[in-house]
């Protein structure tokens, strides 16, 4: 499980004299091995911030960040994907080899690698495109594939930053049902960002409502699974989280709404 | 297949006019392509060509060695470095500014009339060419893929042959492209000044006869071999290098 204690951080001042900007304020939040949970943010609220503490690659904060009782980024032994939100593969890799990449990274054992491969790319529907290059690949399939670099190293956490928002709206909601799919297969704990109240609404156990820094408010999703874009209370959910986003920030940088006919 | 068509077809009108120039001309003035070709494959013949071409390339490949030993770290310390580049970069600039007969000249009063001299020199033309090249990539390095790499916890070695190398890699390919572009001259030049033998020895030796045969067969021979060197090892150096890329043809 993840626990997220008092956590602040400041950026220092751009100028000597500016003043240092806070993107996080005392941030508490505990996360259930396996639980689903949705970051809904508009852009400069700290939600990616948060996220690369989560990933350990910045360690310069205030407070206190434990995964399975380990500081964030502090050993090894602890293993988090991560998914951005463009597909950050290496153009010069072919698909194969970019996961090679993730799993030498993460130090997996060479035996395990052709078990581990046919497994992932298999889970994303990728298993006939091996050799191919990025470049060959569409957007939905570059992005499934940094999904299966991100679970190949079989971490205890996957952090996902916006990772459909640069993908038309029929791949997205392909991925977004991928997704749960994979989660419900392989339990991973799952923190994910987003701008979108909809597709909070449809992926999470829990919405945690960021804004400024802090968290607001945390919102159980009470939706059975699995769960259908065109339920209907899926939608009034929907304007309840909106309605609250818009009550917290004042109505400045509402998330996005859901497309008409979703 | 368009475009081999093409250059064969301009190279064709540019030998049709090389012939009809000299067909106006009188024969010791400006010989025709025939006239220097024939030359070229008589010092083939009698060997004088790989006598002199074969100690050419070896000051351009000692040269080149000494641009890269020189250049590359520069380019890679401005590259990561902004108090590096600012210190530097007006020292690149007037490195690239002085005439590379200069270098030549003060190699061989510093050093004396040896082949160190000649290789140092040629050395130092040819080094800020190539830090422009490899610095230019240095900065282009993505931030991005970097954040990836070490979000999955690579150490620096995976990180710099599997992200950091292919991104400068172009870069480096221009770099000893154009590095070597400069350094062919640089070399003729030096040789001209200060060399008892070697392509550039020859080109001058031929033009103090005023023998204009010779001077347009050994141009020949020099021109022939860079192109080969460009069009061939280059691009088959790029082809497998460069083999994930969209297009690589341009």
New interface residues.
């Given amino acids: 499980m993840i626990r997220i204690t008092g956590l602040s951080k400041k950026f220092p001042p751009r100028r000597a004299g500016g003043a240092a900007l806070q993107v996080l304020r005392d941030i508490n939040l505990d996360i259930a091995e396996g639980e689903f949970v949705c970051i809904l943010g508009a852009s400069g609220c700290g939600k990616s911030t948060l996220l690369n503490i989560l990933a350990g690659l910045d360690r310069t904060h205030g407070g206190e960040v434990a995964i399975d009782g380990h500081a964030a980024g502090a050993t090894r032994a602890l293993r988090v994907g991560y998914l951005f939100q463009e597909d950050r593969l290496l153009p010069w890799r072919s698909a194969e080899q970019n996961i090679d990449f993730a799993l030498t990274a993460a130090r997996v054992p060479q035996g395990e690698w052709a078990g581990r491969k046919d497994r992932w790319l298999g889970m994303v529907g990728l298993d006939g495109f091996r050799g191919y290059f990025p470049h060959q690949m569409s957007g939905g399939m570059r992005q499934r594939l940094a999904l299966a670099r991100a679970l190949a190293i079989e971490p205890q956490v996957l952090l996902m930053d916006e990772p459909f928002s640069g993908l038309d709206e029929l791949t997205a909601r392909k991925m977004r049902a991928d997704i749960l799919r994979i989660w419900a297969e392989a339990r991973k704990t799952i923190v994910f960002v987003t701008h979108n109240a909809f597709e909070a609404s449809f992926l999470a156990d829990r919405i945690v409502i960021m804004a400024e820094g802090r968290i607001h408010e945390t919102i159980a999703v009470p939706l059975p699974r699995p769960r259908d874009h065109d339920d209907d209370a899926l939608f009034a959910l929907n304007r309840v989280v909106v309605r609250r986003f818009l009550d917290i920030t004042g109505g400045q940088d509402a998330p996005v709404q859901p497309h008409a006919g979703e | 297949m368009r475009e081999l068509a093409l250059r064969l077809v301009s190279v064709v009108c540019a030998l049709a006019a090389w012939t009809a120039l000299s067909r106006y001309l009188p024969d010791d003035l400006f010989p025709g392509p025939l006239a220097a070709s024939t030359a070229l494959l008589e010092n083939i013949a009698n060997g004088s060509v790989f006598k002199h071409l074969g100690i050419t390339m070896l000051r351009v490949a000692g040269g080149l060695l000494i641009a890269m030993v020189i250049g590359a770290p520069l380019g890679i310390l401005m590259g990561l470095s902004r108090l590096a580049e600012k210190t530097l970069d007006i020292w690149v600039m007037i490195a690239l500014a002085v005439p590379s007969l200069c270098y030549g000249l003060v190699c061989f009063i510093v050093l004396g009339l040896n082949e160190w001299a000649a290789v140092v020199a040629i050395g130092l033309t040819g080094a800020p060419s190539i830090t422009v090249n490899i610095w230019e990539g240095v900065k282009n390095i993505d931030a991005?893929?970097l954040?990836?790499?070490?979000?999955?916890?690579?150490?620096r070695w995976?990180v710099l042959y599997?992200?950091v190398l292919?991104q400068v890699l172009p870069y480096v390919m221009a770099s000893l492209r154009f590095g070597l572009g400069v350094i062919w001259k640089i070399a003729v030049l030096i040789e001209l000044l200060g060399r008892p033998d070697g392509v550039g020895f020859q080109l001058y030796y031929w033009y103090q006869l005023a023998d204009m045969r010779q001077v347009l067969a050994w141009t020949l021979l020099f021109t022939l071999v860079m192109l080969f060197i460009e069009l061939v090892l280059f691009k088959v150096l790029e082809r497998r290098l460069?083999a994930?890329?969209?297009t690589v043809s341009a």
Avoid: I
Wanted: glycine share 0%; hydrophobic share 55%; net charge positive.
């Fill in positions: 991005r893929l954040q990836m790499a070490q979000a999955f916890r690579a150490n995976l599997r992200v292919p460069f994930w890329r969209p």
